[in-house]
C-alpha cells in the first residue's frame, strides 16, 4: 500500500523559539540568593552605618556633652559647637570618630542584614500570606532581634567613645581607648551600659524600620516604584528615612542619655548596673532625660536619611534588589 510520507516537523520554529528565550534570560538580572544575597545586605548595611554615623560625629561629641554636663552645654547645637572648639580646638569634636566608624561598620552589617534575613525566616515559618497580611508586627520582630545581636558588637565600641568623649584627653584613639578600658576595668566594663543600650538600639531601630517600611509603602502606592528613576527612588528612601528618623529619636532619647551617663565613668564598689541606671534615671527625670533632643533630632534624622538611601543604592549595585518585601 503506497501513500505520501508525511514530513517530519520542521524544528525551524522551535529553535528560534528557544534562541528568543535565551536572548532574554540573558538580559535578565539574575536573582541572587543564600549566602550571596545576605552577605549584600549586611554589607551595604555596613557602609551606610559607618559612613553616616562617622559624618555625624561632631554632632554626636556635642550631643554628648550635652547629656553629660547640661549646665555648663546650655546654649543648644550651634552654641555647643563654639562651646567645644572654643576650648578645646577643632579637633576635639572629631574625638571618637575611630570607635564610632568601627563600631557602627559591624553594627550595621548585622542590623541591616539581621533584619532582612529574620524577616525571610518569619516568611518561611507563616507563608508569604500571613506574613504579608501581619507585616507590621514581622516587622518589627526582625527589627528587634537583629538589633539585638548588632548590640552585642556594638557595646565595647560604644563605651570607648562615650568615654573619649566625655575625658578629653583619655586616648588618643579607638585602640588606646580600648586597651585602656580592658587593662584598668576588665571587659565587663563594655558592657556595663548594654542594658541601656539595648534600651535605647532595640526601639530605636523597631520605630526606624517600621516607619521606613510603611511610609515607603505609602509613597509606592502613589508612584510606581519600577516606573521611577534611580534618583527619584534614592529621594523616596531619603524622605521616607528622615521621617523614621525623627519617630526613632524621640523614641530612644531617654534611654540614649542614660547609656552616655552609665558610660561616663566607673561605678560605686558594689554598685550593680541595675542600682546604677535606677538611679541615673531618678536624678535626670523627664526633663534631664530629653536634654541635647534637638542635636539628637538633627542628627538621628540626617543619618537615618542617609543610611536608607546609601543602603538602596549599594543593594542595587551589588544586584541585590529589593530586599525581602513583604508589603501588599
Request: with cysteine; net charge positive.
Amino acid at each position: 500500500m503506497s501513500g505520501t510520507a508525511t514530513p517530519p516537523p520542521s524544528s525551524t520554529g522551535s529553535v528560534k523559539l528557544d534562541a528568543v528565550k535565551q536572548a532574554v534570560q540573558a538580559n535578565e538580572p539574575q536573582k541572587i540568593s543564600g549566602a550571596a544575597l545576605y552577605s549584600r545586605f549586611a554589607f551595604a548595611g555596613a557602609v551606610c552605618c559607618a559612613v553616616t554615623h562617622g559624618a555625624f560625629t561632631p554632632v554626636d561629641v556635642v550631643k554628648t556633652r550635652i547629656q553629660l554636663d547640661p549646665a555648663k552645654y546650655n546654649r543648644g547645637l550651634i552654641g555647643g559647637f563654639r562651646q567645644v572648639i572654643g576650648a578645646e580646638g577643632f579637633g576635639a569634636v572629631w574625638t571618637g570618630v575611630g570607635p564610632t566608624f568601627a563600631g557602627y561598620f559591624l553594627q550595621g552589617s548585622l542590623k541591616f542584614g539581621g533584619y532582612e534575613f529574620f524577616k525571610q525566616q518569619w516568611i518561611n515559618q507563616l507563608g508569604l500570606e500571613t506574613a504579608s497580611n501581619n507585616r507590621t508586627a514581622v516587622y518589627l520582630a526582625s527589627a528587634a532581634t537583629a538589633e539585638f545581636f548588632a548590640d552585642i558588637a556594638l557595646c565595647p565600641l560604644e563605651a570607648t567613645r562615650i568615654r573619649m568623649v566625655s575625658e578629653p584627653g583619655f586616648a588618643n584613639g579607638l585602640v588606646g581607648g580600648f586597651s585602656k578600658i580592658l587593662k584598668n576595668e576588665g571587659i565587663g566594663a563594655f558592657y556595663s551600659g548594654f542594658g541601656p543600650i539595648l534600651f535605647k538600639q532595640v526601639p530605636y531601630t523597631m520605630a526606624k524600620f517600621v516607619v521606613f517600611e510603611k511610609v515607603s509603602e505609602a509613597i509606592f502606592n502613589v508612584y510606581d516604584k519600577n516606573s521611577m528613576s534611580g534618583g527619584q527612588q534614592t529621594t523616596a528612601n531619603l524622605g521616607a528615612g528622615l521621617i523614621a528618623g525623627f519617630a526613632a529619636a524621640l523614641i530612644s532619647q531617654p534611654a540614649d542619655t542614660m547609656l552616655s551617663k552609665i558610660n561616663k565613668s566607673k561605678g560605686l564598689p558594689g554598685e550593680g548596673t541595675m542600682s546604677r541606671l535606677v538611679k541615673i534615671g531618678r536624678e535626670l527625670g523627664i526633663r534631664g532625660s530629653y536634654a541635647g533632643i534637638g542635636a539628637r533630632l538633627f542628627m538621628v534624622g540626617g543619618l537615618t536619611a542617609g543610611q536608607f538611601a546609601i543602603y538602596g543604592d549599594i543593594k542595587k549595585a551589588l544586584g541585590a534588589t529589593g530586599g525581602v518585601e513583604i508589603a501588599k
